[in-house]
């Protein structure tokens, strides 16, 4: 599991710009003893993802290359689509749909949100738009595993959410680092850091879920707080902020 951990932060960030397009890449160089299967699951993606992006005719790879990490965008199915048409369009694979999105079937319906890894240019690079490194991801989706491991996807995208509403709020604190370990009133704003759950590696789901709320998602529709009424009682929520919306178990506010 460390092993993952270290894989992410190895990852190199930058934005190339292309004929005028912002083109959102990003870069991982390979480490003595990766596989293509530790990569792609570091960054919850697949193998044949990888493959595809970067063009490669085999699973071979070797320490010191530089391989194309796909942003995943978001896509609303619209009437008369199919997974095949979405894949074909956005140069992946049925296959890749169905895995990036945990999917149980092909079958899909008007306005579904689908996650796509792109192997073209994406609109907005999130990382960029926020300066945030790679490190500052690996650290968004630990909590995201450690707040929402189990929550629907919809709900850990939330948690991430809510961090990067904060880092555009004054209110707040200036970093993602400072704004998860922010302290006080002799309490910690997430349970994770008090517990130690922030120190775990992240799935490859709460991955996702931190590039899906880097792309611009925000199901709660500009969340500051949330909280687990189920595993916690306060009155402060309630009589001091705007509810918002409930996502599984969390409950979230402004």
């Known amino acids: 599991m460390q092993r993952v951990g270290f894989l992410i932060l190895g990852l190199i960030c930058f934005c190339l710009v292309l004929g005028g397009t912002g083109y959102a890449a990003e870069y991982y160089t390979v480490q003595p003893g990766d596989s293509l299967y530790l990569i792609s699951r570091a960054y919850g993606l ?8 970067n063009g490669l005719t085999s699973t071979w790879i070797w320490p010191g290359q530089v391989l194309t990490i796909p942003i995943p965008t978001r896509y609303v199915v619209r009437a008369g689509d199919t997974l095949y048409r979405i894949a074909v369009a956005h140069r992946t694979t049925v296959g890749n749909l169905v895995s990036f999105n945990s999917l149980t079937s092909t079958t899909i319906y008007p306005g579904q949100v689908l996650l796509v890894p792109e192997s073209t240019p994406a609109s907005t690079p999130g990382a960029s738009r926020f300066g945030l490194t790679a490190r500052d991801i690996y650290l968004l989706a630990q909590l995201i595993h450690a707040e929402a491991q189990g929550e629907p996807f919809e709900g850990q995208v939330a948690i991430g959410a809510v961090v990067l509403n904060r880092l555009l709020n004054p209110r707040f604190p200036k970093t993602i680092r400072d704004i998860i370990f922010e302290y006080g009133d002799g309490t910690y704003q997430f349970e994770p850091v008090l517990n130690g759950r922030i120190y775990l590696p992240p799935g490859p789901s709460a991955v996702r879920a931190a590039y899906a709320a ?13 909280y687990n009424p189920a595993k916690s009682r306060s009155s402060f929520f309630e009589r001091f902020l705007a509810f918002l919306c409930r996502i599984g178990n969390h409950v979230f506010y402004r």
């Open 214 to 226: 880097l792309s611009g998602w925000d199901p709660t529709g500009g969340a500051l707080f949330f």
């Open 46 to 53: 697949t193998p044949e993802t990888l493959i595809e992006a």
